[in-house]
């Protein structure tokens, strides 16, 4: 790829020339294809020179790690490496599945996650719709900048905020609740409290981002379809419920599915941040139970089974989700 | 904006109960950060007082006074700075690279490089094995471990690839008839004419560079390499604050002063650039989901 041709550089055909003939039926010859692109290489090596630091970073930190999984198979040592390490088969798989404590982490992680697609996915889509129906330009667009503000903070910062709203000798929460003649809770070492907790601050940090994408595809709405549904006599609730509503259904089908193969990742930034070892039983996910296990217990071997069996499930979940969509809708995101 | 003739009665209360819950929404979000300015001027008595915070009341700035005499933070903060400018400055650099090859349509292998990127977006090796390459990589506990690992991803290179791709090919052509190669047309064509995609990625970059934590927690050890989220992170939740107050502070101990607005000025030190940044800058994050969403 890199040998320059006595440093001048004949002119190279670009790729509009190909996209006009794209347009006429090409017939693929299967067998020339792969010596005809061979061939083909050496006109774009200033191409892939360009790209060669972004290859060797795919290959390296995304691909590596992969090869590493191999580890969740083995009896790892770090003096041995990964390939020197003992092969002892599916026996920490066997190890996850006989332990209580991973059913634990797996409910929570499931639970977390389903509160917060039940109770967080139709918040950005509600948040656009009354968003859309303020009349005031400028007020609109305040509440939208503030509305995205969270998003920006990292849960180190937010977790320190939330921590000092919610403490129960300073915090705000104390201070209403005593208005109301209630005795303090302290809502972040309660079990129960704490995950209410984790899951309105997740809804909350997120609500106005997400409803960025709702947003743009409600300002892509043909108007004359507002004034039709006026002129029959529509009201606004109407209006929202029946065109505009029904005109995001693609966008929200394609969240949703991403959001179902997201849904073994309950948040490990947040939890990690605000769970502390009183709120281990109901905030403990998959990804901090790894974390825990592999660098601090370096439970190596065990900790990587969990996160492989981790990500073959969401996998699993991401594509069955879609295959569902795909039958009832008749396309999904593939 | 679908005001169409008259508001009725009913329209008239829906649209003031709705602009009342908007206010309430933006309070739920301006006040906890407004709370946490309050304690960081406080005195360490009003700090711990049960109440809600309007204003501090006497103002103090004896913990910002505190923590700007520790050479912690002054460590914390030449790293975030330092890793947000070559972090981002890589980032976007080799995004654009890797988003001008892929838009190559006729490009041998183009189709392999796509989906080599895009099986990283739903498989990955996760952060044992990852953990390990960093420390076999010899990078572990130096600087690079901060800015490497996270440099590249698949769906942002996918974002700015199809930008690149609804350029007008005509000037690109036109620069190779006359003899430049693609090396040239990148720099002196093509990144010209991506400067939207260009500052979008650069803000994505810099807010992911400085709200970074997890990477420093677990690829660095030293002290020189700590950063502003990992020095707070400390503070709140690993509660060395107070060893960290009489070590760093040191001398004679400041009543005026106690963890809580300790804490909440380190809060405020750390969000202060990104608060100050947001009303500028986030129309251009709003555009940037805007090119996502719309054309990927």
């Known amino acids: 790829m890199k040998e320059s041709w006595g440093g001048v550089s004949a002119p190279l055909p670009v790729d509009r020339p190909e996209r006009i003939s794209m347009r006429k039926k090409r017939k693929s010859v299967p067998a020339g294809r792969f010596a005809k692109s061979l061939s083909l290489m050496p006109r774009y090596r200033f191409v892939y020179l360009l790209m060669l630091v972004g290859i060797a970073y795919f290959l390296v930190f995304r691909y590596v790690p992969m090869y590493g999984v191999l580890m969740a198979f083995k009896d790892f040592k770090y003096k041995l490496g990964i390939l020197g390490s003992p092969w002892i088969g599916f026996t920490h798989f066997k190890r996850i599945l006989g332990n209580p404590g991973f059913y634990e982490v797996l409910l929570n992680t499931f639970e977390i996650s389903f509160l917060r697609l039940i109770c967080g996915f139709p918040m950005p889509i509600l948040f656009a719709l009354l968003l859309n129906e303020l009349r005031w330009g400028r007020f609109k667009k305040t509440v939208q900048t503030i509305s995205y503000l969270p998003h920006f903070l990292s849960w180190v910062v937010l977790g320190g905020i939330f921590t000092e709203l919610f403490s129960p000798s300073r915090g705000v929460t104390s201070y209403l609740l005593k208005l109301f003649g209630t005795t303090p809770i302290y809502f972040l070492a309660d079990p129960s409290w704490a995950r209410i907790i984790v899951v309105v601050t997740g809804i909350w940090q997120e609500v106005g981002y997400n409803s960025i994408i709702y947003l743009a595809a409600i300002s892509s709405i043909d108007q004359e379809q507002y004034e039709a549904a006026h002129v029959d006599g529509a009201r606004r609730w109407q209006q929202a419920i029946r065109i505009t509503l029904p005109s995001l259904a693609p966008t929200i089908t394609i969240l949703l599915i991403l959001g179902m193969g997201g849904i073994l990742n309950a948040g490990f930034d947040q939890i990690f941040n605000l769970y502390n070892p009183a709120t281990y039983k109901t905030l403990d996910i998959i990804d901090t139970y790894v974390y825990r296990h592999g660098l601090i217990d370096m439970d190596y071997s065990y900790s990587t089974a969990v996160g492989l069996f981790k990500n073959l499930v969401g996998l699993c979940l991401m594509l069955s989700t879609n295959f569902v969509v795909k039958k009832v809708n008749g396309s999904g995101i593939w | ?296």
């Open chain 2, 1 to 296: 904006m679908t005001i169409v003739g008259r508001r009725s009665p009913g329209d008239k209360i829906f649209d003031t109960c709705n602009a009342i819950l908007m206010v309430l929404f933006c309070i739920t979000i301006l006040y906890p950060v407004w709370h946490v300015a309050v304690v960081s001027f406080s005195t360490a008595e009003k700090a711990n007082e049960l109440g809600l915070k309007i204003l501090p009341n006497p103002a103090s700035m004896a913990s910002y006074r505190a923590i700007f005499k520790t050479s912690t933070l002054g460590i914390a903060y030449g790293n975030t700075i330092l890793r947000t400018i070559i972090g981002t400055g890589l980032t976007v650099f080799f995004k654009m690279c890797m988003a001008y090859g892929l838009s190559k349509k006729k490009m041998p292998l183009r189709n392999g490089i796509t989906t080599m990127l895009l099986v990283t977006m739903f498989f990955s090796g996760g952060l044992i094995p990852t953990y390990f390459l960093v420390r076999n990589l010899r990078i572990y506990d130096t600087f690079w471990a901060l800015v490497i690992p996270g440099m590249l991803d698949a769906y942002t290179i996918f974002i700015a690839r199809n930008f690149v791709m609804s350029l007008p090919d005509s000037l690109e052509e036109s620069a190779i008839i006359d003899g430049a190669n693609e090396v040239r047309v990148f720099f002196q064509i093509i990144l010209p004419l991506c400067i939207p995609i260009v500052a979008v990625l650069s803000l994505w970059g810099v807010v992911a560079n400085w709200n970074a934590w997890f990477d420093a927690l677990v690829y660095t050890r030293k002290r020189d390499l700590l950063t502003l989220q990992l020095l707070l992170r400390q503070m709140l939740i690993e509660s060395q604050s107070s060893v960290f107050l009489e070590n760093e502070v040191g001398g004679g101990r400041d009543y005026a002063i106690n963890r809580e607005t300790y804490n909440a000025a380190t809060i405020m030190v750390t969000i202060g650039p990104i608060i100050l940044a947001y009303p500028f800058a986030q129309r251009f994050f709003i555009k940037g989901i805007m090119v996502g969403s719309l054309k990927g």
